[in-house]
């Protein structure tokens, strides 16, 4: 048993620092397309299902809040809390619909939606870029293996290779730790603390 405890942290501890060797670049890119959204006074939105859904919700409160230092809050939207517009968009139209019909509603040109899929194969994500795409808005994805549909839709790609969604999860936590990280420096270089 402490054998398997053992194999399971070192194969996250591989996939973590096969992503830290591979998309620090891709990552740098998406921290300074993050902080131009929000220098224009922009803002970010993200979705995605189950873990990934969490993990929207935790990053939308890492900008608004903070990751380790008290700065400006920064507007970021979680597309996954809003349980009476899901449900009821679920429920008139389709599960597909869910994000894409707040995409609409909340979307304006110069703002991010950030999607995350470990499949990059979510429907709902994938109706969600088609809309952040005719509404003028960067698309940022979080993806499991290249080559994704959701890959192909988005403007910049973090993808995953492994093939094991818990450890595609836990990549995509630690990459969204850096890239919360790496826009509150931004504004700490500025002075702008609480």
Not at 61 to 87: G, Q
């Amino acid at each position: 048993m402490k054998n398997r405890v053992q194999t399971i942290f070192d194969e996250a501890a591989q996939d973590i620092g096969q992503c830290a060797a591979e998309s620090s670049g891709i990552i740098v890119r998406m921290a300074d397309a993050l902080v131009g959204c929000f220098e224009r006074g922009c803002k970010v939105l993200i979705c995605g299902n189950g873990g990934s859904a969490a993990e929207a919700q935790h990053f939308a409160a890492e900008f608004i809040n903070k990751i380790s230092t008290f700065r400006k809050a920064l507007p970021a939207l979680a597309l996954t809390t809003d349980t009476s517009a899901i449900t009821s968009i679920g429920n008139d139209l389709a599960f597909e619909d869910i994000f894409s019909r707040q995409v609409e509603a909340f979307g304006k040109p110069g703002d991010i939606l950030w999607g995350l899929s470990t499949s990059g194969r979510s429907a709902n994500v994938i109706k969600a870029f088609s809309a952040a795409q005719a509404a003028g808005l960067t698309r940022m994805a979080f993806c499991g293996k290249p080559g994704s549909a959701i890959e192909a839709q988005a403007d910049i790609t973090l993808t995953v290779l492994s093939g094991k969604t818990a450890h595609i999860q836990e990549v995509h936590l630690v990459a969204g730790h850096v890239l919360c990280e790496l826009v509150e420096q931004h504004y700490c270089n500025k002075g702008q603390t609480a």
